[in-house]
């Protein structure tokens, strides 16, 4: 590969983003500008920036590598992502949203469900939780951006993490969530052709979809023991049932990913921005084609990249790629593309890595600026921009000193951790405010408070591939994990920590105080 | 079908195949309904914008 090309392509990239960047910072006048993006984004930037934020690198280089090894079952992850994180999501999360946050002058998530219970506490928890658990998941993206970016350039780690670091900063800084979306639409759409390039010339190259799909069905006995073991049935079979491979993919990808995406606050900001239900309903054939490509066709490709490597040197794509997950994809993309289209898929990666970070950041700086210094210091009339400028600087900077201080093996859980924790803290609660007029703001407070603190405990005591590497079960009780029936230790903690969140909010709800008339009136207004 | 035996995966790729379908028809029919921004919707703009301005200027 060409390095000065590679150059020259990542310039160009850049001064484009850097364009958008200053078209969001031009247009942003006012608190809801910078936070809400004005309220009047194009269809097309709000499915583009929700699909772009949703899908980071790590779903593309992770996941794509996962399907590698374990083949199509992953594709239930896809289905899920457009039935739930699209459809459901914008149909039925979406519009009341939009309509309730509206009634209720809310500009971020946490503002949102403090306004709908009444109470500033609920408030400042739910942006504390956002911004105590979010740098996690920023550190894994902006890590994985700055590797990305240290391999190509062949520079520094320190220094592509800075570099990279202060590019996002910037448009984020400057443009709020008006740069944030604008350049995240940008982003979106290379890799929607990216990855639909992507697919077709695979296909191509292995004869066409019918004869790709036998030769991989027909390389079943080349499962290796150790997966096979682990309930490996062949890459395009689904998991043996009651495997290891079947309850992490069951509980821990569809059930963890594909439910916990209706809790992220950084995506559900995004129904606010819209002025209309007409944009949600346009939003939804966009992003419903955009998920299908960005997840359906590279679990596709990552799966179908062993008959390429059987084909060619002999070797699963594991093996070519020495073991590494991770290097799967990128491998196959330098052995089997043309030269050109590895720069763009390298826009590609870098674009997944920057679209999810440019919100990450925006949300942390929003929910500690506007939904906790704000209301802590109550009496104090703050500058909501300037304020959440400041915030997001902050919220960069414990980013990054995340991801130089944890070790590599926790880090490379952090996706996982703040979807477990979001879903199990905010689901049950931001249903109800949607759909239940019976639930109570004590309900809600105690809600998220059990949903975090069961969420925390099965992460630091029970699912192993957290407990592990966190050590505190080890430092309390002498051992990783203290489940020791299978399939305990790798049952995703959404399974024990949401039913908590649920059972707390119903219980708690019909043994407290309604809300008033009047205010669910004001919440509902207009919603039908 | 297609050269994939196994129901699981099918009904995978066929309930992702669905989804999109239903995301597309949806959108496609319902494109231009759902406009029906009310005028206290605008109102409510225009104070909260009012609010902003006013604010910037206390401080």
Redesign the interface.
């Known amino acids: 590969m060409n390095t000065f090309t590679l150059g020259l392509v990542v310039v160009i990239y850049l001064l484009v983003i850097a364009y958008l960047g200053y078209r969001g910072y031009s247009q942003t006048k006012?608190?809801?500008d910078y936070l809400l993006a004005g309220?009047d984004i194009h269809p097309f930037v709000m499915a583009m920036s929700y699909g772009a934020t949703f899908i980071s690198t790590s779903a593309i280089i992770g996941f794509g590598g996962i399907a590698g090894v374990y083949?199509?079952?992953l594709?239930?992850l896809?289905?899920l992502n457009?039935?739930i994180g699209?459809?459901i999501a914008f149909?039925f999360f979406g519009r009341v949203t939009r309509k309730m946050g509206?009634n209720l002058?809310a500009h971020t998530f946490p503002e949102f469900l403090g306004n709908r219970f009444q109470s500033k506490k609920i408030q400042v928890i739910s942006g504390a939780v956002i911004f105590i658990s979010m740098p996690l998941y920023a550190a894994v993206v902006l890590i994985g951006g700055a590797r990305f970016i240290e391999s190509i350039f062949e520079i520094d780690f320190s220094l592509a993490l800075t570099f990279f670091s202060i590019i996002i900063a910037a448009y984020v800084i400057a443009g709020g969530l008006k740069g944030v979306m604008y350049t995240d639409a940008l982003q979106g759409s290379i890799m929607f052709l990216s990855l639909f390039f992507l697919l077709i010339v695979t296909y191509q190259k292995l004869g066409g979809?019918?004869?790709?799909?036998?030769?991989?069905?027909n390389m079943v006995d080349l499962v290796p023991e150790n997966l096979k073991a682990a309930g490996h049935?062949?890459w395009?079979?689904?998991p043996k049932m009651n495997s290891a491979w079947w309850w992490t993919i069951t509980t821990n990808i569809i059930l963890g990913v594909g439910v916990g995406v209706l809790a992220q606050p950084q995506l559900i900001v995004r129904f606010m921005t819209v002025?209309?239900?007409?944009?949600?309903?346009?939003?939804?054939?966009?992003?419903?084609?955009f998920i299908?490509v960005a997840t359906?066709f590279i679990y596709t490709v990552g799966a179908l990249s062993n008959v390429y490597f059987y084909k060619e040197t002999s070797q699963l794509a594991i093996q070519f790629a020495q073991g590494n997950v991770d290097l799967i994809i990128p491998e196959y993309i330098s052995a089997a593309m043309p030269e050109w289209f590895v720069y763009l898929f390298m826009l590609a990666l870098l674009s997944a890595g920057m679209s999810t970070l440019s919100s990450q950041f925006h949300a942390m700086g929003t929910s500690l600026g506007r939904d906790f210094i704000e209301n802590i210091f109550p009496k104090k009339?703050?500058?909501?921009m300037l304020l959440s400028k400041i915030s997001i600087i902050v919220a960069i900077i414990i980013s990054i000193i995340i991801g130089y201080k944890l070790p590599g093996s926790i880090i490379a859980r952090g996706t996982a951790i703040f979807f477990g924790i979001c879903a199990a803290a905010f689901l049950p609660v931001y249903f109800a405010a949607l759909y239940w007029k019976r639930v109570t703001k004590t309900a809600a407070l105690w809600s998220i408070l059990s949903g975090l603190a069961a969420s925390v405990f099965a992460l630091a005591f029970m699912h192993a591939k957290e407990s592990e590497p966190l050590g505190i079960c080890q430092a309390l009780f002498g051992k990783p994990t203290l489940a020791t029936e299978f399939p305990w230790m790798i049952i995703d903690p959404i399974v024990i920590a949401l039913p908590v969140s649920i059972a707390v909010l119903i219980a708690v709800s019909l043994f407290t105080q309604k809300t008033s008339d009047e205010h669910l009136a004001a919440c509902y207004h207009?919603i039908k | 079908m297609?050269?994939?035996?196994?129901p699981?995966?099918i009904l995978?790729?066929l309930?992702?195949v669905?989804?999109?379908i239903?995301?597309?028809v949806?959108?496609?029919l319902?494109?231009?309904?759902?406009?029906?921004?009310?005028t206290?919707?605008i109102q409510?703009?225009l104070d909260?914008?009012e609010k902003?301005?006013h604010?910037?200027e206390?401080?």
Not at chain 1, 275 to 289: D, P, T
Not at chain 2, 2 to 6: C, M, S, T, Y
């Open positions: 006012s608190a809801k309220r083949g199509m079952g594709i239930w896809t289905a457009i039935i699209v459809f149909l509206h002058d979809v019918s004869a790709a799909h036998q030769a991989l069905t049935e062949g395009t079979a689904f002025k209309s239900n007409r944009e949600l309903n346009r939003a939804v054939l966009i992003g419903g084609i299908f359906g009339q703050f500058n909501s207009e | 297609l050269g994939i035996n196994d699981g995966v995978g790729y309930l992702a669905v989804g999109l239903a995301c597309v949806y959108g496609a319902n494109w231009n309904k759902g406009m029906e921004t009310s206290e919707e409510r703009d909260w914008e902003d301005e604010l910037k206390e401080i």
